[in-house]
């Protein structure tokens, strides 16, 4: 199964910057990945996109981030990032990396989720 591995999360005070990783393990040869991306879920609320990126680099962010935080990633390490600048309380919320895609057999679609990883934006 495929595993992914986060991290860069943790506190920060307003208007600081914080840099999340997500590294997709496993998947040898089974696996094709295709979207990447990164969701949160804040008390009380439920689990939103934040932005998603495709193989291809077509991206899509949430508009409460847009202008502040950009996705990327490197293809042949499976891994996304989440640049996340001038953070907000609002922001504060555990994120969970997201991988999709196809097995390269069965041509199935195959969903993971990272463990989650907090990040808290307070003074």
């Known amino acids: 199964q495929v595993q992914l591995v986060e991290s860069g999360g943790g506190l920060v005070q307003p208007g600081g910057s914080l840099r999340l990783s997500c590294a997709a393990s496993?998947?040898?040869?089974?696996?094709?990945?295709?979207?990447m991306g990164w969701y949160r879920q804040a008390p009380g609320k439920q689990r939103e996109l934040v932005a998603a990126i495709t193989s291809g680099g077509r991206m899509d962010y949430a508009d409460s981030v847009k202008g502040r935080f950009t996705i990327s990633r490197d293809n042949a390490k499976n891994t996304v990032y989440l640049q996340m600048n001038s953070l907000k309380s609002e922001d504060t919320a555990v994120y969970y990396c997201?991988?999709?895609?196809?097995?390269?057999?069965?041509?199935?679609?195959?969903?993971?989720w990272g463990q989650g990883t907090q990040v808290t934006v307070s003074s």
């Open positions: 997201n991988a999709g895609g196809t097995r390269v057999f069965s041509k199935a679609s195959f969903n993971f």
């Open positions: 496993g998947t040898g040869i089974i696996f094709s990945i295709n979207t």
